[in-house]
């Protein structure tokens, strides 16, 4: 099978040839691998590890090729991306940029605010490109951003919270115009790209110990948007609804089901996401994306603690609706010897009829 009919059958709850893979690594960890496998740069490390999904990473913001830089030093960059979000970056360091203001102050600053053309071909040009050239190698989804994080892309992190609960009228008025570009933005993607599955909504809503706010104000402010995004692209060619967020949501997972989310993705372990626990309770309605703990097995785990691991999240790809891989990214801090193990083991076992051992 290729991967987009491997894909295809496994979120459609049917059993294909084999249980599918997905990943992200990060650049440092494809630079690391790179050097210790001693492979040139046309090696893609997709290919190599027999990933079945990948998404696509469109200039979806407001302003397009909307990076200024405001200043630089030896040590760090300030700039103003396209969002107006003003980030300092560090050199030489992996932790994320530090936002220190953000586009929307009031509403006159939201009435004012441009969301550039989402069918401009300089957002998808090089996406074009990309899936004409792999689109027998993967299945390919768009990707686009949910209405909180759009909501707290355009007030700030702290302030949407402040919004929830003092401005939810605002809240609305932001997540209406954000969510009009990006459902745009989406239909645009499956239409001007082509040979897309579906569409991958980031949407972080979560942490470690649950959500970042109640799931009543989840099913108020951003749930009606959600909904009308997956209605929307679904009638112009999304086949599948991804739906991305860090951390434990499980309380918002009915609402998703009922927006018309298909799958979801990373399952964060160290959030106490189980894919056979959830399997269990939404199984016949939804799919199942990552769940490989990349924080602790793969990063510091023995090779019986992988193997383990990946027998036992195995076990949920029965019937389908299982997509393995890991349970958020890979990065420069996983050994590549325990990420080629974890592959090696989904090899070995994935070919369907699964043949698995009981694990404890």
Same mark, same amino acid.
């Given at each position: ?22 990943? %992200?690594? %990060? ?24 990933? #079945? ?47 220190q203001d953000f586009p ?15 069918? #401009? ?30 909501? %707290? ?23 209406? /115009? ?21 569409? %991958?909504? =980031? #949407? ?35 086949? =599948? ?7 434990? =949501?499980?309380?918002?997972?009915p609402m998703l089901i ?20 959830? /399997?269990?309770?939404?199984?016949? /309605? ?15 785990? +023995? ?9 036992? /999240? ?11 891989? +890991? ?27 699964? #043949? ?5």
């Amino acid at each position: 099978m290729t991967s987009k009919e491997r894909v295809t059958a496994t979120l459609s709850h049917q059993e294909p040839d084999r249980v599918p893979t997905w990943e %992200w690594f %990060w650049p440092q960890f494809e630079e690391k691998w790179r050097r210790e496998k001693g492979f040139s740069p046309n090696i893609d490390i997709y290919r190599y590890y027999e990933i #079945d999904v990948r998404f696509l990473s469109p200039d979806i913001d407001p302003r397009i090729g909307g990076e200024v830089l405001l200043e630089k030093t030896s040590a760090f960059e300030i700039i103003r991306d396209g969002w107006g979000i003003v980030q300092r970056r560090l050199f030489d360091s992996y932790s994320p940029p530090q936002m220190q203001d953000f586009p929307i102050k009031d509403e006159q600053d939201l009435e004012a605010f441009h969301f550039d053309p989402p069918r #401009d071909l300089r957002r998808y040009h090089s996406c074009i490109q990309q899936v004409a050239r792999e689109k027998d190698s993967f299945a390919f989804f768009g990707r686009i951003l949910g209405p909180y994080r759009t909501h %707290w892309q355009m007030r700030g992190p702290l302030q949407s919270f402040f919004d929830m609960v003092e401005k939810p009228e605002f809240v609305e008025r932001i997540v209406t /115009k954000s969510m009009a570009f990006m459902t745009a933005a989406g239909v645009a993607q499956l239409q001007m790209i082509g040979d897309l599955l579906g569409v %991958w909504i =980031f #949407d972080d809503v979560a942490y470690n110990n649950g959500m970042l706010f109640s799931p009543e104000l989840y099913r108020q402010l951003y749930f009606p948007s959600l909904r009308m995004m997956c209605q929307v692209l679904k009638k112009n060619g999304a086949k =599948f609804i991804v739906h991305h967020s860090d951390g434990d =949501f499980r309380a918002i997972i009915p609402m998703l089901i009922e927006a018309g989310v298909d799958a979801i993705q990373p399952l964060e372990v160290r959030a106490g996401m189980d894919v056979l626990e959830l /399997k269990d309770m939404y199984g016949d /309605k939804l799919s199942f994306i990552g769940n490989i703990d990349n924080t602790g097995t793969l990063r510091v785990g +023995s090779r019986e603690d992988i193997r383990k691991e990946v027998i036992h /999240k195995l076990h949920a790809a029965r019937g389908g609706g299982y997509i393995i891989g +890991s349970s958020h990214s890979v990065g420069v801090d996983v050994p590549i010897a325990n990420y080629e193990y974890f592959r090696e083991i989904v090899r070995e076992l994935g070919d369907y009829p699964l #043949d698995l051992p009981e694990v404890v």
